[in-house]
């Protein structure tokens, strides 16, 4: 069996002129990067927007050591759909180093459904990242260079908020001393480290729909406060306009291809369970004005992902979901039912059967916004029919269908059944689409609303600072904005090790943080890290380049 790295290596790739060419965009818009991946000038795309296609959401169960591939299912069925003769372009995130060199391994998707050129696309890119990451330590240094000529606007050193960013995982960053030296290294105080991913700037990057925009949500983002409690912003330290320079090239959707010879689009990407976990608006704008169909996804789980997507991306973007797919595999439901990772090749269509109950939870919760769901069962091999005959009862069950996907040994053909109904349903015009929650709820009451009818708790525990800081914002015009609640993604409970379909608990929300620039309230719920650690053996000790300047070990 081939690896994913072994497959991408294989394919003869498209040059991009090609897949530009195939997507309907001018080459007067292009800007390559190498042969095989390109950014989009908006500028030169004169008829954007002229289309508007369906937009279809792919998310998933909770996610287990088992493994479900939400993103190559996302690819499978971004072929599958263009298999069939509809017009389809993927807009997907952009992976970060940090998961590549830990636990997780490269995002491009698997098998014969993925994004290409694999190796690139996981390492570096065409700079995203990098930028975000330094025009967000920009704004950091500006802070400290502010205090240190003077002070002009009163920061209280105590209650700078802004952190810096790195894009790789380094739990000894969590928390350090800055300014030791002397007065001439500026003033001593305590901070960190977050990873790029969990950056503000990150998130206003995926949510900003052109270049003002971003520079005016940038100007936006608290920093610090005065010691009278006034919120002092980018804007006041002049830094949004040098931010939104180093931003400027990286604005830009990036165009890369399908295994397939599919175009997609993969542009930014904030982590699910810290920020909202999703793509850039703008590749998801320019993918539905040059497709009928736009294939899409969210992180995590949907009680991350999906609710994200629909309650903060949807609502400030104004997009209205046509239909949604959740992936899920048997040895996920097996986890779900009480398996341990090492006895899952064993056939239990009985655990199956007692880990279902996830998979209706999600069901049920994209529901309520008026999304119609199908679920897509990713094979694996070993599968038995039993243990899947299980899905399809659950989903039936639910009222809807569960369609077995072999796309990542097949390709788009292996998915054209679930093609055939994603577009039968988007076809059909039956989505009702309505976020959670109205912009005018108070935010605690936002924060508890998910927390009973997604994550089916009994209640939230916030502390009385929290609740204070909660009214404070509402007293200073924040109270409209919708609120991203940062939790463990295995668990519809903050206990990660709490697996299937618990309720009843009560979900602890120990900081919320205002995210002014994104425009949304963060609620940090549980044992939650902004800067992950590596694992006991990081990925990262595999990868290595050999004689011929190829990589090994990436996946």
């Known amino acids: 069996m081939l690896s994913d790295i072994a497959i991408s290596r294989a394919a ?24 095989f991946k390109a950014k989009i000038d908006l500028a030169a795309l004169p008829d954007r927007g002229t289309r508007r296609g369906k937009l279809i959401l792919v998310t998933a169960t909770n996610p287990t050591p088992a493994g479900e591939g939400k993103t190559t299912t996302s690819v499978g069925l971004d072929d599958a759909l263009n298999l069939i003769g509809r017009k389809t372009m993927l807009a997907l995130r952009e992976p970060s180093l940090g998961p590549c060199f830990g636990t997780k391994g490269g995002a491009t998707g698997g098998g014969y459904a ?104 940038l100007g936006r983002i608290i920093v610090a406060r005065t010691r009278d409690g006034r919120a002092i912003t980018a804007r006041d330290l002049k830094a949004d306009g040098a931010m939104t320079v180093l931003l400027k090239d990286a604005i830009k959707p990036n165009l890369v291809q399908t295994l397939e010879g599919n175009p997609a689009l993969i542009h930014g990407g904030p982590f699910a369970n810290i920020a909202h976990g999703c793509n850039s608006l703008i590749a998801t704008e320019t993918a539905l004005g040059l497709a009928d169909y736009v294939v899409t996804e969210a992180g995590f789980g949907a009680d991350l992902g999906a609710e994200k997507f629909f309650d903060i991306k949807c609502r400030q973007a104004g ?44 069901i049920e919760n994209v529901r309520q916004f008026g ?7 990713n094979a ?51 989505a009702s689409f309505a976020p959670l929650y109205a912009d005018n709820l108070p935010l ?49 409970s903050v206990d990660p090790t709490l697996l299937g ?14 995210a002014a620039g994104a425009g949304f309230v963060v609620a940090i719920c549980g044992d939650l890290m902004t800067m992950p650690g590596l694992p006991r053996t990081p990925a990262a000790e595999a990868i290595r380049i050999d004689e011929r300047g190829q990589i090994d070990g990436l996946f």
Not at 12 to 35: C, K, M, S, V, Y
Not at 187 to 203: K, L
């Open 501 to 514: 379909a618990p309720h009843g608990h009560v979900i602890p929300v120990r900081e919320v943080r205002l």
């Open 319 to 362: 997009l209205a979901p046509d239909a949604a797919v959740i992936v899920t595999t048997v040895r996920a439901l097996k986890m779900n039912g009480g398996v341990a990772k090492a006895d899952l090749g064993a056939e239990d269509a009985a655990a199956v059967a007692r880990g279902v109950a996830n998979l209706e939870r999600h």
């Open 12 to 35: 003869t790739l498209l040059p991009i002129g090609e897949i530009a060419r195939r997507a309907g965009i001018d080459e007067a818009a292009l800007e390559p990067h190498g042969r």
């Open 380 to 430: 694996f091999a070993g599968d038995t029919p039993a243990e899947y005959a299980a899905v399809f009862e659950a989903a039936e069950r639910q009222g809807t269908r569960a369609i077995l996907c072999r796309h990542w040994a097949e390709g788009g053909a292996g998915a054209v059944e679930l093609a055939e109904a994603v577009a039968e349903i988007a076809d059909r015009g039956g």
């Open 444 to 492: 605690r009451d936002k924060i508890e609303t998910v927390a009973t009818r997604i994550y089916r708790a009994s209640a939230i525990a916030l502390d009385p600072h929290s609740e204070r800081q909660l009214a404070r914002w509402e007293s200073e015009g924040f109270g409209a904005l919708p609120v991203c609640m940062a939790k463990t993604q295995y668990s519809f």
């Open 114 to 217: 993925q994004v290409v050129p694999m190796e690139e696309i996981n390492l570096h890119f065409t700079g995203d990242f990098h930028a975000i990451t330094a025009a967000h330590n920009l704004l950091a240094a500006m802070i400290d260079n502010h205090v240190y000529w003077g002070n002009a606007l009163g920061i209280d050193t105590r209650r700078v908020s802004w952190r810096r960013v790195l894009d790789v995982n380094d739990r000894a960053l969590r928390s350090v001393a800055a300014g030791l030296g002397g007065a001439a290294n500026g003033f001593a105080r305590e901070t960190g480290f977050d990873i790029t991913v969990a950056s503000e700037v990150m998130a206003i990057f995926c949510l900003a729909r052109d270049i003002e925009d971003l520079q005016a949500r």
């Open 371 to 377: 999304v119609p769901a199908i679920v897509a069962v």
